[in-house]
């Protein structure tokens, strides 16, 4: 893996100030997504920063849970609200396999952190491949349960192959999971909401627990998405699977003032695409893996 030189990372400043100006804008939640966020220098800044921001009503982090042990009180108190914690296996070994250096018992502890810190929704986000962690479906989904916490199952994002001893594995289609565990428990559809999410959501009847798919193969969603992304390099991305963006850094460090920066963005929208294109092999390709761009 290649890190970014520091010099092309935006700074815990230039974050801020993107991020009050999109809540200028209107934007009422706000998800800090990595990589992994809460190893970065200054991350507690950050996020004393945007818990601050007048406006926002939602302040959410997606995190490996490596580091939440020690940090997950912090979030809460500095107006973090909800969670998203990647979990693909119960299985150390596999575990570890999956994420190269992760120690899977601590990440069990930082859940129980989190917990205990009281936020107000945690969530597991689960990659599930064929021939990887297909088998653990549903004592991952029972393990959210007893932690009356929500779990959700996402499609692997086609952006870059992925191998393991250079098989590549095939994604799992949502629907395929949703029969299996309807098979097990009642799912109670759950109305989406006005945020336009990607999950279709279902309450595990007699449980505080929701279950999520995102399914980016197989039930494309764009057409609810109001999702934009910044990247830490500053690439402001109208869609994952489009490589459309502006270079918001270019911005900041040429001394443009708050005003021009929001009509650039407003502007930009435009690029937002109609859809996707995932599931056409004839059109270009995104060669750009998750981990540069956020998860």
Do not use: W
Not at 167 to 179: G, P, Q, R
């Amino acid at each position: 893996m290649q890190f970014l030189p520091r010099s092309e990372v935006l700074t815990i400043e230039e974050l801020l100030r993107v991020a009050r100006i999109f809540t200028e804008l209107g934007v009422r939640k706000i998800r800090v997504t990595g990589g992994e966020p809460l190893v970065r220098k200054g991350a507690a800044d950050l996020f004393m920063g945007l818990g601050a921001l007048p406006g926002l009503k939602t302040l959410a982090v997606t995190t490996n849970g490596s580091q939440l042990p020690s940090t997950a009180q912090s979030l809460k108190d500095a107006g973090v609200r909800s969670l998203n914690i990647s979990l693909d296996s119960l299985h150390p070994a596999r575990f570890r396999d999956i994420t190269r250096v992760g120690d899977l018992q601590v990440v069990l502890r930082g859940i129980d952190a989190a917990v205990a810190a009281g936020f107000e929704r945690i969530r597991l986000n689960a990659v599930v491949l064929d021939g990887l962690n297909r088998d653990e479906v549903l004592s991952l989904t029972q393990f959210a349960i007893e932690k009356r916490i929500h779990i959700a199952f996402i499609e692997e994002m086609p952006l870059g192959q992925v191998t393991v001893g250079g098989k590549a594995l095939a994604y799992v289609s949502s629907e395929t999971l949703l029969k299996e565990l309807g098979n097990h428990y009642l799912l109670e559809p759950l109305a989406s909401d006005d945020i336009a999410g990607p999950s279709r959501d279902f309450r595990i009847s007699g449980t505080q627990t929701e279950l999520g798919f995102i399914s980016p193969h197989s039930h494309n969603f764009c057409s609810s998405c109001n999702r934009l992304r910044i990247s830490a390099e500053g690439r402001l991305l109208m869609c994952l699977g489009n490589e459309e963006s502006i270079d918001l850094r270019a911005l900041l460090r040429s001394g443009y003032s708050d005003e021009r920066i929001k009509s650039t963005i407003i502007e930009s929208l435009v690029l937002k695409p109609e859809r996707h294109v995932f599931d056409r092999p004839e059109e270009p390709q995104i060669v750009r893996f998750m981990n540069a761009t956020g998860g």
